[in-house]
């Protein structure tokens, strides 16, 4: 029920977004009864709320939604499961006693400080965006640089426009969404800058937010300096090497009031750390074995929290596994440690879960550092997967049998991306 | 006289570059494309490109200041900004539900709608 905390919890849920919703419903299935969302905003649904571009639901509502269509949807299911959720709920912490119980610390208006008690907890944050520090782009401070995806809530959500000369660094999907969004509300995209060689958004989104609008798209280039004395003036734009140092010989100045910020996101983990779970330093999020669970026994973990997907659909996928997982647990069921660890090899930027076991099938989640075509992705000796091709910006999936996984006697199984080409024996 | 077009395919991240040969309204052939959908691609982006619409309108005691709506299909490549611009008049008085029809005919096509993709309550 909305608006309700009460009594003693199976299953308490840290974050109201795609992924907590999922990971309630998943906690649910398993035939946990009392399950609980906390969510810091006032509506639940996360980031959703703010994407108001189609491309959401394909795989999971079997049709093409736009974000707030399948926050509200999928809340319906929530609430039709009788899961509690408690929105402008902060929470502060998590302490837990010998026997496995917890208690969740939170702050809320109609509650107060309270201690909601719990048998397992799913850690579903979401993550944040990388701002101006996390690059150091060199200039002055003015105002006028933002975000992508703040400004996105500034525009869809509360009305307000962030400038109106816009310049945009970083060709991210959100910075690429923002574009068209700008110029259908009346700002100049004066153009997006992009480092990598390559644009780190999908192609559907640089053909229709900036190609149709006519937005130049400078690959291999950065924003240098930034000048302006209380608002931002202009930006100094440079091509780089390939060391991807900015070159200030064939520099140029552009004059704009609003720079725009869409190079990255990053897990959203205090809580987490708080707590001394182990992270992944090449996600950001926690480190997990093959039922998402965290180094603290108990404690679960699914969506941007635990690493940046691409589609909301993949976070669903995940988080009714965690909540599932999550649900049994508090339900007593204890599985046996995984025994096969996963190495990250050529080509894999990270992989995701950490371990496996021989006990179940698995989905393994992982993502390339650099774009190739045609490669092979190898699961050590036990499985080979032609792709026609992997870019950073695509995450990519492998399924793994237990059949597999009994066969193999290491304790570690390195994957790999080669090109097609190349041969291992 | 033979002219030729070139998009880049949309369908998936592989993003294949496309060729399109024609003689004016008669497409030739088309080349380089990896799939069928390619082909398919190319084809509609030369005879009706179409784009969905996703924007916002003005809602009045509402939580937020924005209702954010959608046209329920497709719409001709060159009226986006147009319809963009229409939409911007609207001023809504909540409470709205998801799902409700703003605006019928929209750009006089019967069964193009445009409508709400939240549900926002009154709040005085």
């Known amino acids: 029920m909305l608006g309700r905390m009460e009594g003693k919890y199976d299953v308490v849920v840290i974050g109201g977004g795609p992924a907590g919703m999922g990971a309630a419903l998943g906690a649910r299935d398993s035939g946990s009864e009392r399950v609980l969302i906390l969510d810091r905003e006032p509506d639940p649904g996360g980031i959703l709320l703010q994407c108001i571009h189609s491309g959401f639901g394909l795989h999971y509502f079997k049709e093409e939604l736009t974000g707030p269509e399948y926050a509200e949807r999928f809340l319906e299911n929530v609430i039709d499961q009788e899961v509690d959720l408690l929105s402008n709920s902060y929470v502060s912490g998590i302490s837990y006693d010998s026997s496995g119980s917890k208690g969740v610390h939170v702050m809320n208006e109609k509650y107060g400080l309270s201690t909601v008690e719990t048998k397992s907890v799913v850690l579903s944050m979401g993550c944040r965006e990388r701002t101006r520090g996390a690059i150091r782009i060199p200039g002055t401070r003015p105002s006028g640089i933002i975000t992508a995806g703040l400004a996105q809530k500034f525009v869809n959500m509360k009305g307000v426009l962030p400038g109106k000369r816009v310049a945009i660094l970083g060709s991210g999907d959100i910075g690429l969404i923002m574009a068209r969004r700008l110029v259908l509300e009346g700002c100049e995209v004066v153009g997006v800058f992009e480092i990598m060689p390559y644009s780190n958004g999908l192609t559907r989104n640089v053909v229709q937010c900036l190609e149709d609008f006519e937005i130049p798209l400078h690959l291999s280039t950065t924003v240098a300096y930034i000048h302006g004395k209380d608002r931002v003036e202009k930006i100094t734009v440079a091509p780089v090497d390939e060391k991807l140092k900015p070159d200030m010989n064939r520099a140029w100045d552009i004059p704009c009031d609003t720079l725009l910020l869409s190079i990255g996101l990053i897990p959203e983990n205090e809580l987490s750390q708080s707590l001394g779970i182990k992270l992944d330093l090449l996600t950001g999020g926690p480190q997990v074995n093959s039922t998402l669970e965290t180094s603290m026994p108990g404690v679960f973990t699914c969506g941007n929290v635990l690493h940046v997907h691409d589609l909301v659909d993949f976070v669903t996928r995940e988080s009714l596994l965690a909540g599932q997982f999550a649900g049994e647990w508090a339900q007593g069921v204890r599985r046996p440690n995984d025994n096969i660890r996963l190495l990250p090899g050529n080509n894999v930027h990270y992989c995701v879960p950490h371990s496996l076991s021989p006990e179940r099938e698995h989905t393994i989640y992982m993502r390339c550092q650099k774009p190739m075509k045609p490669c092979r992705l190898h699961i050590g000796d036990l499985k080979q997967k032609k792709l026609r091709f992997v870019v950073p910006a695509e995450m990519i999936m492998v399924k793994v049998k237990p059949e597999l996984l009994e066969k193999f006697r290491g304790d570690t199984l390195r994957i790999d991306i080669l090109p097609a080409e190349e041969k291992t024996d | ?124």
């Not at chain 2, 809504?92 to 309550?121: H, T």
């Open chain 2, 1 to 124: 006289m033979l002219e030729m077009e070139q998009y880049t395919c949309t369908n998936c991240p592989m993003g294949c570059p496309l060729q399109l040969t024609h003689e004016g309204e008669n497409i030739l052939e088309v080349f380089d494309y990896q799939c069928n959908r390619g082909l398919k691609y190319a084809k509609q982006e030369f005879s009706d490109p179409r784009r969905s619409l996703s924007t916002t309108v003005a809602i009045s005691h509402a939580r937020w200041a924005r209702l954010p709506v959608k046209v329920s299909a497709p719409i001709p490549k060159d009226r986006v900004i147009e319809a963009a611009r229409e939409i911007h008049q609207l001023q809504i008085e909540s409470p709205v539900k998801r799902g409700q029809v703003l605006m019928s005919n929209f750009l006089g096509e019967k069964d193009i709608e445009v409508v709400a993709l939240r549900s926002m309550e009154r709040i005085s």
